[in-house]
């Protein structure tokens, strides 16, 4: 793994799983954006860079990746053998024939872990798992037309800022923890019942702040809903943290798995004297 990855991943600063409180010292009335900090700062440079169009990428750099992500398809497993609640959004939507959602063996073993990590009858729903270029691609065409039809009153740039932060069109993805490489999920929380927990919206909400991981966290005089909304958020966020999974700050479902690869990184360092 490259020194890029641990840019994108970026500091502990802005990642609740690293941070020693949940709580920020003054509340406020807009959600988490961490202008200051280099987290976010680098993801968006990152996924609005021109080496994401093929610009600063040489043929080689290409190939590399797309080779992985040959590799990964050979190794995905169903999360569904694994005890999971699922639905396939992708499938939903027509984008595939294929109702199951796969993940990375290793991410799915921690996905695992974190459900162990709940309060007993809770499980975890998925949405989406790995998420080959062809489903990107519908993925993200769909979500700009979404963001389109919200918000009429948006120039084209401002919609396709918003489509990089929710959906990107990015052929070539240079992070092992995302869903091109089986590394991420899209997930909520279900009860006994199966039926999902209120996160105050829904998952793949697009259109409004409310997805932000932290939203209903810093609202001031919360409603009871919205209270709701931040415990069941917060229960997540420790199942998750304690499987050493990384959030996306834009999106309270989205979560990367990183570990295997950087364990795999430092034995090599360890076996080749680096």
């Known amino acids: 793994m490259g020194a890029l990855e641990y840019h994108a ?3 502990h600063s802005a990642d609740p799983c690293h941070s020693r409180s949940h709580a920020p010292a003054r509340r406020r009335t807009t959600p988490l954006r961490f202008p200051g900090h280099r ?3 680098s993801v968006l440079a990152v996924r609005k860079a021109d080496f994401y ?3 600063m990428w ?5 190939e590399y990746w797309i080779q992985k992500e040959r590799e990964i398809a050979e190794i995905v497993v169903n999360l569904e053998d694994y005890g999971f609640a699922v639905h396939s959004r992708s499938y ?3 984008w595939t024939d294929d109702p199951k959602l796969y993940g990375r063996i290793d991410a799915v073993k921690a996905l695992l872990r974190a459900r162990e990590a709940l309060p007993d009858g809770l499980n975890i729903k998925v949405f989406d ?3 080959p270029w062809e489903l990107q691609e519908q993925a993200a065409k769909r979500a700009k037309e979404r963001i389109a039809a919200a918000h009429p009153e948006w120039t084209d740039e401002q919609v396709d800022e918003h489509q990089w932060r929710m959906a990107p069109p990015a052929r070539i993805v240079p992070r092992f923890g995302s869903h091109r490489y089986g590394g991420a999920f899209d997930i909520t929380l279900v009860d006994a019942e199966g039926e999902e927990v209120d996160m105050g919206v829904g998952v793949g909400y697009n259109t409004g702040p409310e997805a932000a991981l932290f939203y209903y966290q810093f609202l001031e005089n919360p409603n009871e809903r919205e209270l709701t909304a931040r415990e069941n958020r917060k229960i997540m966020i420790n199942a ?3 499987a050493e999974f990384s959030p996306y ?7 990367n798995y990183l570990r295997d690869f950087e364990k795999a990184a430092k034995q090599w360092m360890m076996n080749h004297g680096s």
């Not at 040489?58 to 290409?62: C, E, P």
């Not at 700050?249 to 979560?255: A, I, M, R």
């Open 58 to 62: 040489n043929k080689a750099d290409t």
């Open 53 to 55: 169009q093929l610009k």
């Open 92 to 94: 939903a939507l027509g």
């Open 240 to 242: 998750m943290c304690s």
């Open 129 to 131: 798992g790995w998420r």
């Open 249 to 255: 700050l834009e999106e309270f479902w989205h979560w």
């Open 9 to 11: 991943r970026g500091g």
């Open 39 to 41: 987290w976010q700062a």
